[in-house]
C-alpha cells in the first residue's frame, strides 16, 4: 500500500459519510413530508453538496503523483476541504435530529444558510490550493509575483470566484427571487465546472 492510498482512507470516510447524511436526510425529510412541509430550495443545495462530495472523489485519483511526499502542508488543506463538505452536507437539511422543524425553508433560513458559508469557505480553500498547486508548478522562469497573479487568474479559481458570488446572492438577499437566481447560477456554474475544468471519472481533468 502507498502513501496516498493509506491517506485516501480517512479523506473517503469523511465524504462517504457526508454522502450518507445527505441521503437519509433527504429520505426522512420525505417520509415526514405531512409534517414538515417540503420546499425545493433546500432540496437544490443539498444536490449541489451531494455532487461536490461524489465529485472530489475524482479529485483524489489526480492526487495522486507517484513518489510524492505528503507533508501536512499538502495533506492538511485536502483533508480541511474534506471536514468542510462533511459539515455542509450535515447542515443543509434537518433530518430526525431537528424533528422540530416547522418547515424545510424556515429550517433553511436558520441553518441552511449556515451550510452555505462552510460551501463558500469550502470553495475558498479550493482557490487557495489550486493557486498553490499552480505556483508550484509555474514558478521556474517567471517572477514570483507574475506567477501568482495568473494562478489567481486561472479558469478553475475563476469558476470558484462565480460560485461564491452565487452563495452570496443567497445569503445575502431575504428576496426569494434574487435567492432563486442565486440558486439556479450556482447550478449551472457547477454543472460547467463539472463538465469542463474539473476533475471527471477516470482521473482527467479539463483545462485550467
Given amino acids: 500500500m502507498t502513501e496516498f492510498e493509506l491517506l ?39 444536490s449541489i453538496i451531494f455532487m ?24 492538511g488543506p485536502v483533508l480541511l476541504n474534506c471536514v468542510i463538505l ?14 422540530d422543524s416547522p418547515s424545510l425553508l424556515e429550517d433553511f433560513e436558520k441553518h441552511g444558510r449556515v451550510a452555505l458559508r ?18 508550484m508548478l509555474n514558478q521556474a522562469g517567471e517572477s514570483n509575483g507574475s506567477v501568482l497573479i495568473w494562478s489567481l487568474l486561472q479558469v478553475a479559481n475563476i469558476v ?13 438577499s431575504r428576496n426569494y427571487r434574487i435567492q432563486v437566481l442565486g440558486t439556479l447560477f450556482f447550478a449551472l456554474i457547477q454543472l460547467f465546472g463539472m463538465i469542463v475544468i474539473w476533475s471527471v471519472p477516470g ?4 483545462f485550467q
Fill in 160 to 172: 470558484c470566484y462565480l460560485l461564491i458570488a452565487s452563495i452570496g446572492m443567497v445569503l445575502f
Fill in 86 to 99: 462533511y459539515l455542509s452536507a450535515g447542515l443543509i437539511l434537518p433530518g430526525r435530529r431537528n424533528s
Fill in 8 to 46: 485516501a482512507i480517512p479523506l473517503s470516510l469523511i465524504l462517504g459519510l457526508g454522502i450518507t447524511n445527505i441521503l437519509s436526510d433527504v429520505s426522512d425529510a420525505i417520509r415526514d413530508r405531512d409534517r414538515v412541509p417540503l420546499h425545493w430550495l433546500p432540496f437544490a443545495w443539498a
Fill in 118 to 135: 462552510t460551501l463558500a469557505l469550502y470553495l475558498i480553500v479550493a482557490v487557495f490550493m489550486n493557486t498553490y498547486g499552480w505556483v
Fill in 52 to 75: 461536490f462530495l461524489v465529485q472530489y472523489f475524482f479529485v483524489l485519483w489526480d492526487y495522486y503523483v507517484e513518489g510524492m511526499a505528503w507533508k501536512w502542508q499538502i495533506f
Fill in 203 to 206: 482521473g482527467h481533468t479539463g
